[in-house]
């Protein structure tokens, strides 16, 4: 949770200038940046930078032959170790091959 949290979003565009995964954090960044490189930074649109990922044409979808397939295994992967917690995140591993000797065969 603290990895998709504002204060972390924040923290790496404070400390590393990354633009940030989350919408609602794109104005904050691009004040950080302007704010410490005030002269190069003056006549840029900092936030344009994020445009593609606010506008999702940016996204690059996973496409694999049998989307079915990948599609199912990866929600019910997701389900047991986000939603339902039965799972631990290492298990998304073996999945994952799954989804690749369907996408292969």
């Given amino acids: 949770k603290f990895l998709i949290s504002k204060r972390y979003?924040?923290?790496?565009?404070e400390a590393n200038f990354l633009q940030p995964a989350r919408t609602s954090l794109v104005d904050d960044w691009a004040r950080i940046v302007k704010e410490q490189f005030p002269e190069k930074a003056a006549d840029v649109d900092v936030?344009?930078?994020?445009d593609g990922h606010i506008q999702g044409y940016s996204v690059i979808a996973e496409v694999?032959?049998?989307m079915t397939t990948a599609?199912?295994?990866a929600s019910e992967a997701w389900d047991r170790i986000l939603t339902l917690g039965l799972d631990p995140?290492?298990?998304i591993g073996p999945?994952?091959?799954?989804i690749e000797l369907a996408a292969s065969s």
């Fill in 9 to 13: 979003g924040l923290a790496m565009a």
């Fill in 64 to 66: 694999f032959p049998d």
């Fill in 71 to 73: 599609a199912a295994l």
């Fill in 89 to 91: 995140v290492e298990s």
């Fill in 47 to 50: 936030a344009a930078f994020a």
């Fill in 95 to 98: 999945v994952c091959e799954q």
